[in-house]
């Protein structure tokens, strides 16, 4: 995608949020765009943080780390106003990326099980840094990541309240909804994951466990309509993943 191109798929994205989130009688700003860089090179991230995009998702480590320990140079030696980017690391974990993870993100989205927040309040303790966490759940018949079982996310966050992780801020639920043409099970996907969170919000009430982290290119309008406060879009900003 030309830097143009990138520009105005922004636009029309950040506007078509905007009217959905208008039409479900919710604020635009209480929807976040994380753009999804993913198998995208840096120009093209630095024509979205030209474009005003500062909030970016990524999903291998590796790749992450590439481009997002160069960016703030880039942003800088490009004299790019408008602040400094962001990056969430939206993709299932290994624990031997949890450190590099640790080091280049503000959030990690894709928390999947105990072990996993266990290795960033490791990696976190020992920057001192606080990192904010969502949760991903299985909300979807097809998609396989994420925790299955509320139980065992309960069991997590229970840790989480008696101190466990104590660089580590549990902020929310992740979902992927299913690839599927049927809008009732992508909504029903959707309102799961609401359910869910407001339910945490009670049971945790001590937690910030507000962000519901949901809706990609494909779906992201029925996401704000259900209450997303995060949607994750790559292809409709960045267009086919190149790399
Ligand atoms: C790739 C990816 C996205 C973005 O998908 P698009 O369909 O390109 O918008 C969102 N969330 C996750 C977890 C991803 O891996």
């Given at each position: 995608m030309t830097e143009n191109e990138i520009k105005e798929n922004l636009a029309k994205v950040l506007s078509d949020l905007a009217d959905a989130a208008k039409a479900s009688g919710r604020k635009p700003e209480d929807v976040r765009?994380?753009?999804v860089s993913k198998f995208h090179p840096l120009e093209e991230i630095l024509a979205a943080v030209g474009a005003g995009q500062l909030l970016f998702g990524e999903n291998?480590?590796?790749?992450?780390y590439s481009k997002?320990?160069?960016l703030p140079g880039r942003?800088?030696?490009g004299q790019i106003s408008g602040g400094q980017p962001e990056l969430h690391i939206i993709g299932t974990l290994q624990l031997?990326?949890?450190?590099?993870a640790v080091e280049i993100a503000s959030c990690i989205q894709s928390v999947d099980r105990e072990e996993v927040l266990a290795e960033i309040e490791k990696r976190a303790s020992a920057l001192g840094k606080s990192i904010k966490v969502l949760f991903e759940m299985h909300t979807g018949e097809e998609s396989k990541a994420g925790y299955a079982d509320e139980?065992?996310?309960y069991a997590s966050l229970e840790n989480c309240v008696k101190g466990a992780y104590p660089h580590v801020i549990p902020s929310g639920l992740m979902t992927m909804a299913p690839f599927t043409e049927d809008e009732t099970l992508i909504r029903k996907s959707f309102i799961t994951l609401r359910q869910l969170r407001d339910k945490i919000s009670k049971d945790f009430s001590s937690l910030p466990m507000t962000e519901l982290s949901?809706?990609?290119?494909g779906d992201y309008r029925i996401a704000v309509e259900e209450g997303s406060t995060m949607v994750?879009?790559?292809t409709a900003i960045f267009g086919p993943r190149v790399i």
């Open positions: 765009l994380c753009a291998r480590v590796q790749e992450a997002f320990t160069e942003v800088a030696a031997n990326k949890v450190k590099k139980s065992v996310l949901m809706g990609m290119s994750r879009i790559g």
